[in-house]
């Protein structure tokens, strides 16, 4: 919205500050942190007074869980009001890139808040039935896959661009908004599995989108996508700025969410930010990248998928329990210990991503 203000400037002025994306990135990152701060508490607190007993804990899960018992959930509302309200305030309104990666985000906050709200109400951890929860998903995800094509350039529509191998371009014809459905729901569904001890999911989320904002930035631009020999997407650049949003509204939340949480992010949080993280992939023509940049998420999901379908043909678990993370809280690994550690690994693979970027 501010980016109005460059119809006030003459050139050289104060006003011309708003035509670079960077520094309107800059701005969305210190307004959704401010967001985070200002109404972290406030918002806890209301979370605490209407959910009574918080999320519930599931009888199965590790021991060190249930001194956890009565911690709010739904926490992720601060999250997405901090980033939604910080990119409004900084991207371009006409760009309609920032308007596929809302569109995302909220629509499945939406899902997730009322995932979280069954599971409070009901005190259960059942929430919404997962086949609902996945046929809403690929409904979003259909509508996102479908409008990224169509503001794609035309040679890059339907199209797959492979890393490394930067002359490569696979066509996937009408098979590109399953492929873009696929990253989505998968996405989210990655980072919600991710999301289960104190602050192990969000810095790995500010990581990735950190990481796909800068990529953005860089396909978005004409010299930088010359220089690096990469798809050139005109728009994507404005993502930054989304970026940004969530890195600020992300360390205002792990405020709250640091060992031990005062609240947790809920499906609320962790859909959202998963979705949102697919649907720059697919915007940005890096999908597969995404797979490198979110490997500590593929990883996640993996191990629960080897551990259900190993569980069922042979009656015994590869893991001691799935997700992975639980897996080393069962070894005896300090839930700081394994958080940290996950976030190193984070960091490692946000570089290697990146890093593709430049070879070929």
Do not use: C
Request: no cysteine; glycine share 12%; hydrophobic share 55%.
């Amino acid at each position: 919205m501010l980016y109005w203000l460059t119809e006030l400037s003459d050139g050289g002025d104060f006003f011309n500050l708003f035509r670079y994306i960077t520094f309107r990135a800059g701005g969305a990152f210190l307004t959704a942190l401010i967001f985070g701060f200002l109404f972290g508490r406030p918002l806890i607190n209301v979370l605490r007074r209407k959910q009574g007993k918080g999320q519930p804990i599931r009888s199965d899960g590790p021991e060190g869980h249930f001194v956890k018992a009565g911690t709010p959930t739904m926490g992720g509302l601060l999250i997405i009001g901090a980033l939604v309200s910080s990119t409004l305030l900084w991207a371009r309104w006409d760009n309609p890139f920032v308007w596929l990666v809302l569109f995302v985000t909220i629509a499945y906050a939406l899902i997730g808040f009322a995932d979280d709200y069954a599971k409070v109400s009901k005190q259960n951890t059942a929430g919404v039935s997962g086949r609902v929860r996945l046929l809403l998903g690929f409904i979003i995800a259909g509508i996102a896959g479908y409008w990224a094509a169509a503001y794609h350039p035309a040679e890059l529509s339907h199209q797959l661009a492979l890393p490394v191998f930067k002359d490569t371009l696979i066509n996937l014809g009408v098979l590109f908004i399953p492929f873009a459905m696929f990253v989505i729901v998968g996405a989210a569904n990655a980072v919600n599995l991710t999301d289960g001890l104190d602050g192990l999911a969000i810095m790995p989320v500010m990581i990735a989108t950190g990481t796909l904002g800068v990529i953005a930035y860089a396909v978005g631009r004409v010299d930088f996508t010359e220089y690096l020999d990469v798809h050139y997407v005109p728009g994507t650049g404005e993502l930054l700025i989304f970026a940004a949003g969530v890195a600020g509204g992300g360390l205002g939340f792990l405020w709250y969410n640091a060992p031990p949480a005062a609240v947790f992010m809920g499906d609320t949080g962790s859909l959202a930010l998963g979705g949102a993280l697919g649907a720059i992939a697919v915007a940005t023509k890096h999908e597969l990248v995404l797979g490198i940049v979110g490997g500590l998420f593929v990883a996640e999901a993996l191990s629960v998928i080897i551990q259900v379908l190993y569980f069922k043909r042979t009656g015994k678990r590869v893991f001691l329990m799935a997700p992975i993370h639980h897996h080393y809280e069962k070894k005896g690994w300090a839930e700081p210990q394994i958080v940290i550690r996950f976030w190193i690994i984070a960091l490692i693979l946000a570089i290697i991503g990146l890093a593709t970027l430049k070879v070929r």
